[in-house]
């Protein structure tokens, strides 16, 4: 890779990680609100909700498209994130 190309992929680098910075912020936010919501669930079964993820994804796929961004893409990161949010719940529920 020539220095000019070296040097713009640093710049874009620094970029991402600025914006990976930003992400780590709204997954907190994310984080404090999926509490709040473990906090009204009593029961354990409560925490899959397939209709409420289909939901989510079908409106995900749309915004995408509307958006010019690979449905794939969007489709992997929010499958991955309620998952991964789902085995959060599980580990934290705590029975009333």
Same mark, same amino acid.
């Not at 029961?43 to 079908?58: A, E, T």
């Given at each position: 890779?020539?220095? +000019? @190309?070296?040097? =713009?992929?640093?710049?874009?680098?620094? !970029?991402?990680?600025?914006?990976? $910075?930003?992400?780590?912020k709204? /997954?907190?936010?994310?984080?404090?609100?999926?509490r709040?919501?473990?906090?009204?669930?009593?029961y354990?079964?409560?925490?899959?909700? +397939? @209709?409420?993820? =289909?939901i989510?994804?079908n409106?995900? !796929?749309?915004?995408?498209?509307k $958006?010019?961004?690979?449905p794939r /893409?969007?489709?992997?990161?929010?499958?991955?994130?309620?998952?991964?949010?789902?085995?959060f719940?599980?580990?934290?529920?705590?029975? +009333?």
């Amino acid at each position: 890779m020539s220095p +000019k @190309k070296l040097k =713009k992929l640093n710049k874009i680098r620094k !970029k991402l990680d600025k914006l990976d $910075n930003s992400f780590i912020k709204l /997954i907190k936010k994310r984080t404090l609100l999926v509490r709040k919501v473990l906090e009204l669930k009593e029961y354990k079964n409560q925490i899959v909700d +397939k @209709k409420r993820i =289909k939901i989510i994804l079908n409106e995900i !796929k749309k915004k995408s498209i509307k $958006n010019n961004i690979d449905p794939r /893409i969007t489709h992997r990161i929010w499958k991955n994130m309620i998952w991964s949010y789902i085995d959060f719940e599980k580990r934290n529920f705590r029975k +009333k």
